[in-house]
């Protein structure tokens, strides 16, 4: 079974600093992806950031960069200069083929970029 | 506008009730999956439909079932519903990995009241 735990339940970060959400997972497949998903107060999921099982280099989009530290089973998702409009719900998952690649989710991290 | 279109976008209706959910996935996409969001569990994998066929279940409660039609759509229904049952639910298309969302399409959910 997969498991995605996200244990920061609330972060604040002042506009324009660099803020890490955390997110570590568990997995028996020896493929998977991991995705960071932005969920706003009007509710659709935000695709951010993916970042593949055998990927080398840590996956970067914009001010959007994952952690990906494989051993830890760790992948931290970092936004650099944060904007007001950052402040949401964020959740990491995960899927691969052994699940049907349904995608399982942490709890979520409700992030508040204060001025 | 994401591909994957959700009806009805809200849904209010009274214990006991059954209510279906409407899904269409982007065009192309053979995979549908179900999601549950709840303030007490979070967001729950329930099931998935792959080209008309069920390829897997999550926490899908006996009370729901869904299907997938020959055009690809999906519906699920829900019946006998409970005050619990009120929740927000999310279907996603799969289908081909592009850099946008790397497979997973969202739909923006229906939010369902049940009181």
């Known amino acids: 079974a997969q498991k995605i735990t996200q244990t920061q339940p609330g972060m604040f970060v002042q506009e324009k600093e660099a803020v890490t959400l955390d997110c570590t997972y568990d997995?028996?497949?020896?493929?998977?992806?991991l995705f960071w998903y932005k969920q706003p107060s009007s509710g659709e999921m935000i695709f951010l950031i993916y970042q593949g099982s055998y990927d080398q280099q840590n996956a970067t989009e914009g001010r959007y960069s994952l952690n990906f530290q494989k051993a830890r089973k760790s992948a931290n998702l970092v936004i650099s200069a944060s904007q007001l409009g950052d402040s949401a719900m964020y959740f990491c998952a995960m899927n691969s083929g052994g699940s049907n690649y349904k995608l399982t989710f942490g709890k979520g991290t409700l992030l508040t970029v204060n001025p | 506008d994401s591909g994957v279109t959700q009806t009805p976008k809200h849904l209010i209706t009274a214990t006991g009730q059954r209510v279906t959910l409407r899904c269409s996935p982007r065009s192309g996409d053979l995979s549908v999956y179900w999601y549950q969001q709840s303030l007490d569990q979070g967001l729950q994998f329930l099931i998935q439909?792959?080209?008309?066929?069920?390829?897997a279940k999550g926490n899908i409660l006996e009370r729901f079932s869904a299907q997938q039609f020959p055009d690809l759509h999906s519906e699920l229904n829900l019946s006998s519903l409970e005050l619990g049952d009120s929740a927000l639910y999310f279907c996603?298309?799969?289908?081909?990995?592009?850099?946008?969302?790397?497979?997973?399409?969202f739909g923006s959910g229906t939010r369902l009241t049940v009181v």
């Open positions: 997995t028996s497949d020896p493929s998977y992806g």
């Open positions: 996603a298309s799969m289908g081909a990995r592009t850099a946008s969302h790397y497979g997973y399409t």
């Open positions: 439909y792959y080209n008309g066929e069920e390829r």
